[in-house]
């Protein structure tokens, strides 16, 4: 696994494993210990040590690393547009960090701030005018309990477990200031990277490695009050990892949010100096991004070279439903899982086409009925008239 700069140090064999347990760096700094006896054969251990504070790590083998990292065999096998549903919020509330987040953190019993939070939105859900996406990231001492929205791009310091429905009302439903809270407007692009390893170890190995890479290159580009980089829980496609969210204006000044995908250290300068400097997608890596269906779903606009075939399939549906609407005159409601609660045209044209046959066929097995009476009128007439000329005839002969 690639990492930024790590320091090497040869300790004793021994110390390696107490190493591990207590590594003192702070921020995610990565440790290469290469141990050694007091002879000239070294022996050499590999141990990848990252840090989010200094009470907590997590150890990344080499195996882990090439099972779970950015050379495992699944990475760039699967198309990546159009794999973000449609949502038009994002809700981040910070709270601990990735080494204290259990598999499902939104509802832990532990943990209940987050819990209540997503239990409000979801009971709230019919209420908002703005499907909301609710995540956790990273926060820590004096961070626990804010609240960063986008793409309103504003914040609220320190939501208790008290106020999450009055919080909830007032902004998330109600579209106001909450009338408990300070409304804070965010002026700097965030990138939000899946770091969420009790959920799934690949977003567990990635996240942290893209965080090191991401601060490495902000501080080199001097860019640590414009930029922030916060590791965030599940947002969904755990293959796909490295994930992350990238929060900034686009080329129009635009605040948008744009989804990446298999993403590894070495895209890290692009998305700085490509993306949020100048507001340009890196198109291979591109999932979807913040925005309705309408603007999520129009992968074959960007052409992508992700995307092209799902664009073609897209492009097709819609034919598809466009052809069946024009068939179908009269009003409609089209609802879900193909019920629809429209009356079926097609039947009714047929009924109609099959009482215009039946009427058709009654008209004309009357005319023929008629037809057939008057032809035997006739002919029983023309009969009669031919018995009653052969008797004149007849008779005349004998008397003359």
Partial sequence: MRVGDPFRILIPPA??????????????KPLLILSHALHPTRTRTRILITRTDT???STISAEDDAKYGFTREEMFKEKLAGT???????VFLCFKGPEMWVARVEASDTDTLPKLLASALKTRKDDMTVKSLMTVCGGG?????DVLIFPEMIKYKGLKESDVDSFVDDVLVNGKPWASGVQEGLTSSYVF???HGSRDKRCGVCGPALIEKFNAEIDSRGLKDQIFVKPCSHIGGHKYAGNLIVYSPDS?????GHWYGYVTPDDVPAILDQHIAKGEIIERLWRGQLGQSAEVEKVDEKKLPNGKEESKSK???DGNTQVTEENVTGGCCQGANGFSCCKDRSSDVTGENKQIETKGQGRLSSWLGSFEQRDVLTAAAVVGAVATIAVA???YRRSG
């Fill in 84 to 90: 973000v549903n449609p949502y038009g919020r994002h």
């Fill in 141 to 145: 001492e004096g961070t626990d309990g």
């Fill in 55 to 57: 009470n907590n790590m």
């Fill in 252 to 256: 129009e000044g635009k605040i948008m």
């Fill in 15 to 28: 110390a390696a494993a107490a190493a591990a347990r207590y590594h003192p760096l702070h921020q995610a």
């Fill in 193 to 195: 990277v899946c770091s």
């Fill in 393 to 395: 005839y007849s008779i």
């Fill in 315 to 317: 492009k097709l549906e």
